[in-house]
Nanobody, 122 residues
Framework: QLQLVESGGGLVQPGGSLRLSCAAS????????IGWFRQAPGNEREGVSC????????NYADSVKGRFTISRDNAKNTVYLQMNSLKPEDTAVYYC???????????????WGQGTQVTVSS
């Protein structure tokens, strides 16, 4: 089994930056793609970014392209989401989860973490 824990959220001003971490424990971290998702109050959970098990392939939602960067350090069992030029619309609880491969299907992900709150406000 694989367990994931998100951290790094907080309150930032528009235009600011945060780096979220998704720390893994358990088995075979380097066998899984890891996705970042977010959910704002009243909204459905949406995919933000995903990185393949090797780190060779990444994808991003159109709303965050050019601002967010996903990366992983398999030696540290950690996936990161660097968030720059943050906007109020980025305010949400951010979650990470695993999948055999990156997929557009939310159902394909599991081992969800507890989430970390990101608030972008003046």
């Amino acid at each position: 089994q694989l367990q994931l824990v998100e951290s790094g959220g907080g309150l930032v001003q528009p235009g600011g930056s945060l780096r979220l971490s998704c720390a893994a424990s358990g088995l075979r971290f380097d066998s899984y793609a890891i996705g970042w998702f977010r959910q704002a109050p009243g909204n459905e959970r949406e995919g933000v970014s995903c990185i393949s098990s090797s780190g060779r392939f990444t994808n991003y939602a159109d709303s965050v392209k050019g601002r967010f960067t996903i990366s992983r350090d398999n030696a540290k069992n950690t996936v990161y989401l660097q968030m720059n030029s943050l906007k109020p619309e980025d305010t949400a609880v951010y979650y990470c989860a695993r999948s055999p491969i990156c997929t557009a299907l939310l159902k394909g992900f599991g081992s969800w973490g507890q989430g970390t709150q990101v608030t972008v406000s003046s």
